[in-house]
């Protein structure tokens, strides 16, 4: 049984998109995948979720460099969204970036749960349900 | 001797003798008029007859005055007067004493005049001298008989008292007059000592007169002994005052310039041209440091001491002013005993005798002045230095006249400003002062102005004759004159320019590698977590190869492994164009032609702007010049370009227009166009960095306003952008003017 029934992941680079998804099934991580490629349409497909009545993905994954709306303006925009339960939805910033302002930066923010190097390994994913078991 | 006579003795007289001829004296009887009935013997002989006629009348004497004659009517018309006395120089200077009185007859009616004249020419004259002499030498007795202690002033002795005539002094008066004090004291002492020993006096003392006035007189005394005591004092009175006050006038000023010439040490000397003797006052002595001892009054006794160089030009000069008999002035040195040279300055005059043939003798001062002549080399060493460090100093200095004239300026100045020496003095400081300094030092110069300070530091511009701008560190200091008012200014210029210049040169550069610098970083950034995005890649998908099985997903994964590697290609070539912007092009820039290039450009884009139905509108002068580098230039416009196509409105069509303005050195372009717009709120900070992408549009990749960013930059511009969303986008583009020399 999947670890958990939604993942979201907002990543511009299709390939990027390709290796997470291959490993999220790997782990047997999660029942559904949704993948965005940048902020803007993540948003969106989020109102869109919350309009049908649907449940937002518990878990999403979030590219820090993306065209037309990047990482940093989409959790700018997610904490608008009306009546969301944040606690509910864990964000995970990805990035290719080793730069230690953009990590620090992320920390900062109280919507995200954690920083992930790219690429992200399976034990990466291990590291994540241990967490939130233990919550 | 007058002989009085009384009117009736003289009748008596008449009657019995009926003829005056045998009276002792000069007596005449006239009628009413003027006839002479009867006369004396004497009077024919003071006043002799002409011998004619027998009817003499006195109107043909000599003798008979206006004076006289007034006088003989008066006493024959007036009933009350019947004599009169009067005393008449007659016309041959002779002085005759006249009485004058009526004749009676038998009835009592008036017969005629009686006329007695007393010849007193020679008394008179005796008064006169005596007066003349008393006048003259103000001499008055006095005498003191100490026997009735009765005390007698002779009238010169009570006119010198400022007292009258009939002044009687009493001995206590007398001695009152002296001035009390030592006067007084002094006079008494000399009465004293003179009436108990018998010693005589003559002293000089000051008495204050009747009229309370100071007086120097002098006065003489002896006494008259009688068996042993004395009996009677006497002497004379004399008013010395007026000598006595030159004489002690003419001490005080001998004294004055006896104390001068000591102290001013003033030597004095008299070379008496007959005797050949010389005379040296005390001050000669110490001035030429020579024992008075040994002085033997020779002339030859200054030549001794003559230095040997002077000793031809003085004689040579002396003889010359003698032989002009004119008064000389000359200056030598001299050599003292204990060999060290002093120069002295003499100053001769020349006096001559009565006839002004010949020199009596040489009268002459010599005095000390080694001290000037030091003075005047160490002044005349210190100019020379002065000027020529005023000359020769590396900093421009000048020296301005209080109305900012310029009195001198050194080659440095004119070095500095471009303008000649000639040129400069002609001109004023102003004239070359950059107008917005100019009252940069107005409140130093107040202060300056009311002895509140002595100099100043302030940075000035100025203009070079080139027209070009001087920054100049300016140092004021005042010079005063003697009287403490200021006299000029001396104004020290260094030409901070270069300074300047490579201050701002620095400032630049701090500038450029600072922005650099952060480029850098920012490269390093992207080079980071782009590079690295497809390394990760590239590693994750050679990985899935590795453990896949399945050939067909196996295929896929090659791939997108090829994607990776074509995409980590392209970013190499994006680093590399932005690394390729700013290494070399500040040496690159030329003057390019911004019209120009915006019309090739936009031809070189023709098609696209064609099918897209764009309009251009192109407000920018054809001879618009900036500096720039061609090839940045065409790609910035050529993205600006192509930007405005790809996120055009679909609402409208495309209109893209370009203007600009000049604002000192910059040449500002406005790129409009009515598309898309950017929400800047969101995008502000990202707009120009590395894969931004606003737009949902297949072909943004987030590189083309990066590199135009950097490009504008590294020609020294800068890139601003304004924008409403779906209604316009405006670039602002700031280039350097390019000058208008260079082309």
């Known amino acids: 049984m999947s670890f958990v029934d ?52 518990s878990i999403v994954f979030l590219d820090i460099n993306m065209p037309i709306m990047d990482g940093w303006d989409f959790l700018e925009d997610f904490v608008k969204i009306p009546n969301v339960n944040r606690d509910y939805v864990h964000i995970y910033i990805l990035s290719s970036s080793v730069d230690s302002r953009d990590i620090i930066k992320a920390k900062e923010i109280s919507a995200v749960s954690n920083y992930f190097i790219k690429p992200v390994t399976k034990l990466d994913l291990h590291k994540v349900i241990a967490e939130l078991s233990t919550q | 001797m007058f002989i009085f006579i009384k009117k009736k003795q003289i009748l008596k007289l008449i009657s019995p003798l009926h003829s005056l001829s045998a009276f002792p004296f000069a007596i005449a009887i006239i009628d009413l008029n003027f006839h002479i009935k009867d006369y004396s013997e004497i009077w024919i002989e003071e006043f002799p007859f002409p011998k004619n006629g027998t009817e003499i009348s006195l109107k043909n004497l000599n003798i008979l005055s ?33 009485n004058i009185a009526k004749a009676i007859d038998e009835e009592g009616n008036i017969s005629g005049i009686i006329l007695s004249a007393e010849n007193i020419t020679y008394q008179k004259r005796e ?58 004291e002094k006079i008494a002492k000399l009465v004293n000592n003179a009436i108990t020993s018998g010693k005589p006096w003559d002293t000089e003392l000051i008495i204050i007169t009747a009229k309370n006035v100071e007086k120097w007189v002098r006065a003489k005394g002896e006494v008259e002994f009688v068996n042993g005591k004395c009996i009677r004092v006497f002497g004379t009175f004399q008013d010395i005052n007026k000598q006595k006050l030159k004489d002690l006038k003419y001490n ?41 001892q040994k002085f033997n009054g020779h002339s030859s006794f200054w030549n001794q001491s003559l230095h040997p160089d002077d000793k031809e030009f003085c004689s040579k000069k002396i003889e010359e002013c003698l032989a002009k008999k004119e008064d000389f002035e000359i200056e030598f040195r001299i050599i003292v005993p204990n060999g060290k040279i002093r120069h002295i300055k003499s100053v001769a005059c020349v006096e001559l005798d009565s006839s002004e043939n010949n020199i009596v003798k040489l009268v002459g001062a010599n005095w000390d002045i080694s001290e000037l002549i030091h003075s005047k080399l160490q002044l005349s060493k210190t100019e020379e230095s002065l000027q020529q460090a005023f000359e020769n100093s590396s900093v421009g200095m000048a020296l301005i006249s209080l109305e900012g004239n310029w009195i001198n300026v050194n080659s440095s100045l004119c070095n500095s400003v471009g303008y000649s020496k000639e040129e400069m003095i002609q001109t004023k400081i102003t004239n070359i002062t ?82 650099q610098n952060n480029s850098l970083l920012n490269f390093a950034h992207i080079v980071s977590h782009n590079l690295r995005s497809h390394a990760t890649n590239l590693l994750m998908l050679t990985n899935f190869i590795k453990d896949e099985t399945d050939p067909n997903e196996k295929a896929h994964l090659e791939v997108m492994l090829q994607n990776a590697s074509e995409s980590l290609n392209e970013t190499v070539h994006h680093l590399n164009d932005v690394v390729h912007i700013s290494t070399n092009a500040e040496e690159n820039l030329r003057s390019v032609n911004l019209f120009n290039s915006v019309k090739r450009v936009k031809k070189n884009i023709s098609a ?68 898309q717009g950017i929400d800047l709120e969101r995008h502000q900070n990202k707009i120009f960095g590395m894969y931004k992408t606003f737009h949902q549009h297949k072909d943004a990749k987030g590189i083309g306003l990066f590199i135009t960013k950097n490009q504008i930059e590294a020609m020294n511009g800068s890139i601003t952008v304004e924008s409403i969303v779906d209604k316009e986008t405006l670039f602002i583009l700031t280039f350097k003017k390019a000058e208008q020399i260079k082309n």
């Open chain 2, 127 to 184: 008064i006169q001298l005596l007066n003349n002499a008393v006048q003259v030498a103000q001499i008055g007795s006095w005498e003191l008989d100490l026997l009735s202690n009765k005390l007698y002033w002779s009238s010169i002795t009570k006119y010198i008292h400022d007292l009258t005539d009939d002044f009687i002094p009493s001995l206590e008066q007398g001695i009152n007059f002296y001035k009390p004090g030592k006067h007084r």
């Open chain 2, 252 to 292: 005080e000023v001998t004294n004055r310039l006896k104390i001068a010439t000591k102290t001013a040490r003033i030597g004095i000397w008299e070379y008496n041209y007959e005797n050949k003797h010389l005379f040296w006052s005390n001050e000669m002595f110490s001035l030429y440091n020579i024992d008075k």
């Open chain 2, 608 to 675: 696209i702007l064609e099918e897209n139905n764009a309009k251009c509108v192109i407000n920018i002068p054809k001879n618009l010049k900036i500096k720039a580098v061609p090839a940045y230039l065409d790609s910035i416009l050529l993205n600006l370009f192509t930007n405005s196509v790809k996120y055009k409105s679909e609402k409208r069509d495309l209109v893209i227009e370009l203007n600009f303005k000049i604002k000192n050195d910059d040449v500002i372009l406005y790129f409009l166009d009515n598309g």
């Open chain 2, 66 to 98: 206006e004076k006289l004659i007034k006088c003989i009517n008066d006493v024959a018309s007036n009933h009350v007067i019947s004599y009169k006395k009067i005393e008449i120089k007659s016309k041959n200077n002779n002085w005759y004493s006249w």
């Open chain 2, 434 to 515: 950059h107008p917005d300094d100019l009252s940069k030092d107005t409140e130093f110069l107040k202060q300056m102005h009311l002895g509140e300070i002595s100099n100043y530091t302030v940075n000035k511009r100025f203009y070079h004759k080139n027209g070009s701008i001087i920054t100049a560190n300016l140092t004021v200091t005042t010079v005063k004159k003697v009287s403490g008012h200021l006299s000029h200014f001396i104004a020290q210029l260094i030409d901070i320019s270069p300074m300047i210049a490579a201050e701002n040169k620095t400032k630049s550069l701090l500038e450029i590698t600072k922005n």
């Open chain 1, 6 to 57: 939604n993942t979201c992941i907002i990543d511009d680079d299709p390939i990027c998109v390709f290796g997470l998804k291959r490993t999220l099934k790997e782990a047997d991580f999660s029942k559904n995948i949704i993948a965005y490629t940048n902020g803007l349409e993540a948003i969106n497909g989020f109102k869109t979720l919350l309009n049908q009545g649907e449940k937002l993905p």
